[in-house]
């Protein structure tokens, strides 16, 4: 079932819901007021008939005695009734009766339980059936002097209150159909004309997909709607798939340009051994070094390759509690091993202690520091620093060397980029170092800063919450 289809249907079926519990509610309404209406009628008329009877009686000379010699004269039920109205009053006593001429050769007839009630004082509203017409009578006693001489009984057919009410529901009935109806074609067109656009989306999404041409976007309109939003979010996320794809793309191709530099040089040094190097014992050396450098090489390649794709995978690291200044100096002892002319030094040497790996933390610094090594010429320094205040603590690698350029600081933590790419390659370098350094980083809830001048110098700076007594010092 389509979303335009299953709209319209929610809309009727809401619509009708509606309608026909305001339908009900009227219909409820208006008998409640026709009955209630009829019943004060009768209720009226029957108190006119108690005083035309107290008037009569009143009149009569002690009317108690005239009573039970059959001399009483009852006021005539017609000077009460209208057409629409019946008057009928009973003597309790002698069983005389006075009808309104309406009535003809009818009689209104109660049960004994009814008639009962009223004898005993209790007017009683009631629906009786006079030949299959639905009568509305009211009786009370007729009262004279603190007793009950009779019973005044007052009915009204209730066929024109039934005919209103049919006729209501009638036309509620057709009102509704025909609401429904119309409102059935209307929420088809409105839902076709709101769910136009996004067919629209869809059909360039298809277009896109099928034509693999992430350069496209779709058309923006000029409303800022719900799917003004929706094509803005579209188009955000299709720049993003473009982006992600690009970057995907250099990657494959810087992978392979990497394991093919040294694959290269293997193969190349492996021709010049079958070609006869193998005989003169220095040729022979030269190669193997060349080998093993290159394979070596192509090994941190792949190791570094295989530490990203579980970052990417989403692997937690293993937290507990870590002196961090511990691990700065086996990072020192290490660095001052493969300086290679390049003096290393020790700054400030606070003791903090953090939450954290120390294997990946080691590794972070050591990348930084062989970093800051390879591009400082000989003669140069770089120096290690730890500083804590009460949230944080401040570890910075400075260099002397030859310095990052302004334009490329933005992008040296991704993945394979390099500054000056030859002379990286020349020193080793794989171009994952950086971006390792700023996984370990954010993996440690870190944060890293990079501060350049080209011809003068490098610090990098890493910032690590804080260990206190309490636990990590910032969330």
């Given at each position: 079932?389509?979303?335009?289809?299953r709209?319209?249907?929610?809309?009727?079926?809401?619509?009708?819901?509606?309608?026909?519990?305001?339908?009900?509610?009227?219909?409820?309404?208006?008998?409640?007021?026709?009955?209630?209406?009829?019943?004060q009628?009768?209720?009226?008329?029957?108190?006119?008939?108690?005083?035309?009877?107290?008037?009569?009686?009143?009149v009569?000379?002690?009317?108690?005695?005239?009573?039970?010699?059959?001399g009483?004269?009852?006021?005539?039920?017609?000077?009460?009734?209208?057409?629409?109205?019946?008057?009928?009053?009973?003597?309790?006593?002698?069983?005389?009766?006075?009808?309104?001429?309406?009535?003809?050769?009818?009689?209104?007839?109660?049960?004994?339980?009814?008639?009962?009630?009223?004898?005993?004082?209790?007017?009683?509203?009631?629906?009786?059936?006079?030949?299959?017409?639905p009568?509305?009578?009211?009786?009370?006693?007729?009262?004279?002097?603190?007793?009950?001489?009779?019973?005044?009984?007052?009915?009204?057919?209730?066929?024109?209150?039934?005919?209103?009410?049919?006729?209501?529901?009638?036309?509620?009935?057709?009102?509704?159909?025909?609401?429904?109806?119309?409102?059935?074609?209307?929420?088809?067109f409105?839902?076709?004309?709101?769910?136009a656009?996004?067919?629209?989306?869809?059909?360039?999404?298809?277009?896109?997909?099928?034509?693999?041409?992430?350069t496209?976007?779709?058309?923006?309109?000029?409303?800022?709607?719900?799917?003004?939003?929706?094509?803005?979010?579209?188009?955000?996320?299709?720049?993003?798939?473009?982006?992600?794809?690009?970057v995907?793309?250099?990657?494959?191709?810087?992978?392979?340009?990497e394991?093919?530099?040294?694959?290269?040089?293997?193969?190349?040094?492996?021709?010049?051994?079958?070609?006869?190097?193998?005989?003169?014992?220095?040729?022979?050396?030269?190669?193997?070094?060349?080998?093993?450098?290159?394979?070596?090489?192509?090994?941190?390649?792949?190791?570094?390759?295989?530490?990203?794709?579980?970052?990417?995978?989403?692997?937690q690291?293993?937290k507990?509690?870590?002196?961090?200044?511990?691990?700065l100096?086996?990072?020192?002892?290490?660095?001052?091993?493969?300086?290679?002319?390049v003096?290393?030094?020790?700054?400030?040497?606070d003791?903090?202690?953090?939450?954290?790996?120390?294997?990946?933390?080691?590794?972070?610094?050591?990348?930084?520091?062989?970093?800051?090594?390879?591009?400082?010429?000989?003669?140069?320094?770089?120096?290690?620093?730890?500083?804590?205040?009460?949230?944080?603590?401040?570890?910075?690698?400075?260099d002397?060397?030859?310095g990052?350029?302004?334009?490329?600081?933005?992008?040296?933590?991704?993945?394979?980029?390099?500054?000056?790419?030859?002379?990286?390659?020349?020193?080793?370098?794989?171009?994952?170092?950086?971006?390792?350094?700023?996984?370990?980083?954010?993996?440690?809830?870190?944060?890293?800063?990079?501060?350049?001048?080209?011809?003068?110098?490098?610090?990098?700076?890493?910032?690590?919450?804080?260990?206190?007594?309490?636990?990590?010092?910032?969330?």
């Amino acid at each position: 079932m389509s979303i335009r289809l299953r709209l319209t249907l929610s809309y009727v079926l809401l619509l009708a819901t509606i309608l026909m519990a305001f339908g009900g509610g009227l219909y409820a309404i208006l008998s409640y007021n026709l009955l209630t209406e009829v019943d004060q009628t009768l209720e009226t008329r029957a108190q006119e008939v108690q005083n035309g009877a107290t008037a009569a009686l009143e009149v009569q000379s002690d009317p108690s005695i005239a009573l039970f010699r059959g001399g009483f004269t009852l006021p005539s039920a017609n000077t009460f009734a209208t057409p629409n109205v019946y008057v009928q009053v009973i003597v309790l006593a002698t069983g005389q009766t006075s009808r309104s001429q309406n009535l003809g050769d009818q009689t209104l007839t109660v049960s004994p339980t009814i008639l009962g009630r009223v004898t005993a004082g209790v007017p009683v509203l009631t629906t009786i059936t006079v030949q299959s017409v639905p009568i509305r009578l009211y009786a009370r006693p007729l009262v004279w002097r603190d007793g009950t001489l009779g019973v005044i009984e007052v009915a009204q057919p209730l066929m024109g209150v039934y005919d209103t009410l049919r006729q209501l529901a009638t036309l509620m009935a057709i009102g509704i159909v025909a609401s429904l109806v119309v409102a059935s074609a209307l929420g088809a067109f409105l839902a076709r004309g709101a769910l136009a656009p996004i067919g629209r989306i869809t059909t360039t999404a298809q277009s896109i997909s099928r034509a693999g041409d992430l350069t496209r976007r779709l058309e923006q309109g000029k409303t800022q709607d719900e799917v003004g939003k929706l094509t803005a979010t579209f188009n955000e996320m299709l720049g993003r798939i473009e982006e992600l794809f690009r970057v995907q793309q250099e990657f494959v191709a810087d992978v392979s340009h990497e394991l093919r530099s040294p694959l290269t040089a293997i193969q190349g040094n492996l021709d010049l051994l079958r070609r006869g190097a193998e005989q003169n014992p220095e040729e022979r050396q030269v190669a193997l070094t060349a080998i093993r450098s290159e394979s070596e090489r192509m090994q941190r390649l792949v190791d570094d390759l295989l530490f990203l794709a579980r970052a990417d995978a989403g692997v937690q690291i293993q937290k507990r509690p870590v002196e961090l200044d511990t691990v700065l100096l086996d990072v020192y002892r290490h660095a001052r091993l493969v300086s290679s002319g390049v003096k290393v030094s020790l700054g400030a040497e606070d003791q903090a202690q953090v939450m954290g790996d120390p294997d990946r933390l080691k590794q972070l610094f050591l990348n930084l520091v062989d970093n800051a090594i390879k591009y400082t010429p000989g003669g140069g320094e770089v120096t290690l620093s730890l500083e804590r205040d009460t949230q944080w603590v401040k570890v910075s690698v400075a260099d002397t060397g030859v310095g990052i350029p302004s334009q490329d600081l933005p992008r040296i933590f991704d993945r394979f980029y390099r500054v000056d790419k030859a002379r990286s390659r020349e020193k080793g370098g794989t171009g994952l170092g950086l971006a390792i350094v700023k996984w370990i980083v954010d993996a440690h809830a870190g944060k890293i800063e990079v501060q350049s001048e080209s011809g003068k110098g490098t610090k990098f700076t890493v910032w690590l919450p804080l260990m206190t007594g309490k636990g990590i010092g910032v969330s």
